[in-house]
Structures are given as structure tokens and as C-alpha cells.
């Protein structure tokens, strides 16, 4: 199995919060329109191409409900949207534990490149998130067992509201500066780890909830 997985050619899809019906947000469904149409183009190199959904939720916000009243996962809800346009579910796989894009690269690399030895992929996400994601993507690549071939693409954020863009743009960078201070120390995957649990707000022991202006928390 592990051989068979080992042999495609991944796209990684980076989930960005849901509407209030459970369904993507317009910009998530773009970066999924152009997954979809990457995969609709078929074998390359010789390797199927196999999509990888991350994202569990977030912290900024309650989670939502099915009718059942169980927990829908963005992932899961990018893996619907998905399927529903044409793309075989056997070639999908969902992962659901991520809470920001931080944990995103954390679990590419402990549920997915260690694991299925991944030798090629292409993370997808929109243009505002591109370079945070890309920090972190590279830094967890590090520590991969493998050669790993990364390689990105940006989504036009033309379907966001402008101020509201420009708000999760500072936002971004600001991050983005927070994680590149963070990794100075964290030379290791064990290092990281041991912070990721302790320190991370989602993933330590006691979380601490900040409030958030609700046009920008609705992006999330």
C-alpha cells in the first residue's frame, strides 16, 4: 500500500473555515476549483495525482454542526465539495486535527510525507496566505526522512471583501514574522513538538480564547 501511495503526485489543498451552512468559504472554493482542475488533468509523469484536504477547524470561533449535531471538519467539507465535482473519493484523503496553518504543516509532515514517504507535492491556498504557508511548509520539509519536491500555488483572493482582505493580509504578516522568531530554536522535530503542545494556543493543556471582530472571525 505504502508503495502504491508513494507512487503519485500529491496536491495539498489548505482548508480556510466555513459559512455559516457548513460549506466552504468563496475563496476556499477557489483554491478547490483549481485543485479539481489539476486533477481532471490526469496522470503526470506517470503518477496519479492523489488530494490531501488540511484542516480540522479553528479556535477563533465555535465549530459547526451537522444535523446530527456532530462536528462538520473543514476538511471534511472541502472533501464533499470535491467529490461532488468530479473527483474519485478513493483519491482523497482528509486530515482533521489542524486548527491553524501551523499545525497544518505539522501533520502534513506527521500524518502524510513520514508515513506514505510522499516525493512530490504542490500546496494550493490563496494568495494572502501563500507566504505564511510557505514558511512553515518549508520548515517542516526539513525534517522529512526524503528528498521531498515542494512546490506552490497562490489562488486569486478576488472573491474577499477588500477590507476584509486587507485585515487577514496584516494579519498574515505578522504571523508569519511570530513563526519565523518561533523556529530559530527549533532545530529539530522533538524541539517543536514539545512547544507545539505545551505552547500553542490550540494545542496546550489550558486554551486561552481572544476576541475577534465578527466580519473578520466569519472569514475563519
Same mark, same amino acid.
Request: proline content about 3%.
Given at each position: 500500500m505504502? &508503495?502504491?501511495?508513494? $507512487?503519485?503526485?500529491?496536491?495539498?489543498v489548505l482548508a *480556510? *473555515? !466555513?459559512? $455559516? &451552512? *457548513?460549506?466552504p468559504h468563496d475563496f476556499v472554493k477557489s483554491r478547490l476549483d483549481e485543485v479539481i482542475n489539476i486533477y481532471h488533468n490526469g496522470i503526470i509523469n506517470n503518477k496519479k495525482n492523489k488530494i490531501i484536504c488540511l484542516g480540522g477547524g479553528t479556535y477563533?470561533?465555535?465549530?459547526?454542526l451537522n444535523k446530527l449535531?456532530?462536528?462538520?471538519?473543514?476538511?471534511?467539507?472541502?472533501?464533499?465539495?470535491?467529490?461532488?465535482? *468530479?473527483?474519485n473519493e478513493n483519491d482523497v484523503m482528509r486530515e482533521w486535527s489542524s486548527y491553524d496553518t501551523i499545525a497544518n504543516g505539522f501533520y502534513f509532515l506527521t500524518n502524510f510525507v513520514l508515513p506514505l514517504k510522499i516525493k512530490k507535492c504542490k500546496i494550493v491556498t490563496s494568495n494572502f496566505h501563500m507566504e505564511r504557508s510557505k514558511i512553515i511548509f518549508d520548515f517542516f520539509i526539513k525534517f522529512a526522512e526524503h528528498d521531498v519536491d515542494i512546490s506552490y500555488l497562490s489562488i486569486s483572493d478576488d472573491v474577499?471583501?477588500? &477590507?476584509?482582505? &486587507?485585515?487577514?493580509?496584516?494579519?498574515?504578516k505578522q504571523s508569519?514574522?511570530?513563526?519565523?522568531? !518561533?523556529i530559530k530554536d527549533k532545530n529539530n522535530l522533538t524541539k517543536f513538538t514539545e512547544w507545539f503542545y505545551t505552547e500553542h494556543n490550540a494545542y496546550k493543556a489550558i486554551i486561552t480564547y481572544y476576541p475577534m471582530d465578527n466580519k473578520l472571525k466569519n472569514t475563519y
Open positions: 505504502v &508503495d502504491a501511495f508513494n $507512487e503519485c503526485n500529491y496536491i495539498i *480556510g *473555515g !466555513l459559512n $455559516e &451552512d *457548513g460549506e477563533h470561533k465555535p465549530p459547526n449535531n456532530y462536528v462538520i471538519h473543514e476538511s471534511s467539507s472541502c472533501a464533499v465539495y470535491l467529490i461532488e465535482n *468530479g473527483v474577499m471583501n477588500k &477590507d476584509i482582505l &486587507d485585515n487577514r493580509i496584516k494579519r498574515e508569519s514574522i511570530n513563526f519565523m522568531a !518561533l
